[in-house]
């Protein structure tokens, strides 16, 4: 079993930015992270994933270049960095964990999702 908590979430101006924090408890070896997210009356979508090891990173085109993925295993922590975040960024976000250690871009691939930390940015 693995226990999922995100956090950083927050309302926030146009062009800042928030880090969100994905604190990991359990079996969490060998796991991909992703990023997740749903807007009100959207489905949800693929944001960003990290491999175990952190060498592969994938970003949804709509983040890449102002959102970066990152992890501290010794933490088991996994770190969402959004810079420059637009309204459309406004969304419930969600880490999830798949018990293998390559990223998948489908959220039925994950195993284990948190509770959700609300990113609101105003215009």
């Known amino acids: 079993q693995v226990r999922l908590v995100e956090s950083g979430g927050g309302l926030v101006s146009a062009g800042g930015s928030l880090r969100l924090s994905c604190a990991a408890a359990g079996r969490t070896f060998s796991a991909a992270t992703g990023w997740f997210r749903q807007a009100p009356g959207k489905e949800r979508e693929f944001v960003a994933g990290?491999?175990?090891?952190?060498?592969?990173?994938y970003y949804a085109e709509s983040v890449k270049g102002r959102f970066t993925i990152s992890r501290d295993n010794a933490k088991n922590t996994v770190y969402l960095q959004m810079n420059s975040l637009k309204p459309e960024d406004t969304a419930v976000y969600y880490c999830?964990?798949?018990?293998?250690?390559?990223?998948?871009?489908?959220?039925?691939?994950?195993?284990?999702w948190g509770q959700g930390t609300q990113v609101t940015v105003s215009s």
């Open positions: 990290i491999s175990w090891f952190g060498d592969d990173t």
């Open positions: 999830a964990f798949r018990g293998y250690m390559y990223v998948s871009r489908r959220g039925a691939d994950y195993d284990y």
